[in-house]
């Protein structure tokens, strides 16, 4: 933990939970037991990146692909994301987690969105980590709900079509007040970004790792940052003042 700096943690990261099929496929489970060993795997990551001092966690829990999947399995997954909420939403505010949720809240299915919405409000006081919760979210169809957003104020005059920056449209976004992430980071083997944060994620780097899912420990999660604390970001610039070869 010492080797993590203030300089090189990154202020968001957001991952792609990815494999948790091909864990319990491997040892002869049904797909619902590795999205169950899946959720210890999300407790994990919460807490270490409380201790390593991220600011930010989002995790990709659910998208707006992922209803295209069969019905025993959306339910199974709807019913997971319901029983992490009631019995973790204690142990997360006592953590000081806050908690945000981005994706469309329409036709989320009976108690989901309520539940969604308790897990938000009892921690909204909190300073400690911001878990953002990605559910039923698509970037695709988050920009559509931005862009409908702005559409609407333009038609109806209270925006003229120059006021629209690259600002104004962050702030439509789900994810309005969030920084950028800074690392996206993928298990699973898959190098992809499966229609993730795709605004967002303009200047991310990203880190592919092999583990799948419910293998992805502290560890793994410390050897990926340890990667990324070695990358160098230069945002289009120059990562130190160069000098310009003039034509000899
Ligand atoms: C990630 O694991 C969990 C969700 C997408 C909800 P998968 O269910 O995609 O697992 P694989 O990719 O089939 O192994
Ligand atoms: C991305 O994983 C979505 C989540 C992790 C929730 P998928 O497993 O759905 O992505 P694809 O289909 O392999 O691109
Ligand atoms: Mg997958």
């Given at each position: 933990?010492s080797?993590?700096?203030?300089?090189n943690v990154?202020?968001?990261?957001a991952i792609i939970?990815?494999g948790n099929?091909?864990w319990?496929?491997?040892?002869?489970l049904?797909?619902t037991m590795g999205?169950?060993?899946g959720?210890?795997?999300?407790?994990?990551?919460?807490?270490?990146?409380?201790?390593i001092?991220?600011?930010y966690?989002?995790?990709?829990?659910?998208?707006?692909?992922n209803?295209?999947?069969?019905?025993a399995?959306?339910?199974?997954?709807?019913?997971l994301?319901?029983?992490?909420?009631?019995?973790?939403l204690a142990?997360?505010?006592?953590?000081?987690?806050?908690?945000r949720?981005?994706?469309?809240?329409k036709?989320l299915?009976?108690?989901?969105?309520?539940?969604?919405?308790?897990a938000?409000?009892?921690?909204?006081?909190?300073t400690?980590?911001?878990l953002?919760i990605a559910?039923?979210?698509?970037?695709?169809d988050?920009?559509?709900r931005?862009?409908?957003?702005?559409?609407?104020d333009?038609?109806?005059?209270?925006l003229?079509?120059e006021q629209?920056?690259?600002?104004?449209i962050s702030?439509r976004?789900d994810t309005?007040?969030?920084?950028?992430?800074?690392l996206?980071l993928?298990?699973?083997g898959?190098?992809?970004?499966?229609?993730f944060l795709?605004?967002?994620a303009?200047?991310?780097?990203?880190?592919f790792?092999?583990?799948l899912?419910p293998?992805?420990t502290r560890?793994?999660?410390?050897a990926?940052?340890?990667?990324?604390?070695?990358?160098?970001?230069?945002f289009?610039?120059?990562?130190?003042?160069?000098?310009?070869?003039?034509?000899?």
């Amino acid at each position: 933990m010492s080797k993590f700096t203030a300089a090189n943690v990154p202020e968001h990261v957001a991952i792609i939970m990815d494999g948790n099929g091909r864990w319990a496929n491997s040892r002869g489970l049904p797909r619902t037991m590795g999205h169950r060993k899946g959720v210890e795997a999300v407790r994990e990551a919460v807490r270490t990146a409380g201790e390593i001092g991220i600011r930010y966690l989002t995790l990709f829990a659910f998208s707006s692909e992922n209803w295209r999947r069969p019905e025993a399995e959306v339910s199974d997954l709807m019913g997971l994301l319901k029983a992490f909420i009631r019995r973790d939403l204690a142990e997360l505010h006592t953590q000081n987690v806050r908690v945000r949720v981005i994706g469309d809240r329409k036709n989320l299915r009976g108690d989901v969105l309520p539940l969604l919405l308790e897990a938000e409000d009892t921690t909204r006081g909190n300073t400690g980590v911001t878990l953002v919760i990605a559910f039923n979210y698509g970037s695709r169809d988050e920009m559509t709900r931005a862009m409908q957003s702005l559409a609407l104020d333009v038609a109806q005059g209270r925006l003229a079509p120059e006021q629209i920056t690259s600002e104004t449209i962050s702030s439509r976004m789900d994810t309005a007040g969030i920084p950028d992430p800074d690392l996206i980071l993928r298990t699973s083997g898959e190098e992809r970004l499966s229609n993730f944060l795709l605004w967002q994620a303009a200047y991310a780097e990203l880190i592919f790792v092999s583990e799948l899912w419910p293998d992805f420990t502290r560890e793994v999660f410390l050897a990926a940052l340890e990667k990324y604390g070695r990358r160098e970001r230069r945002f289009g610039g120059l990562s130190q003042p160069q000098t310009l070869a003039v034509g000899s």
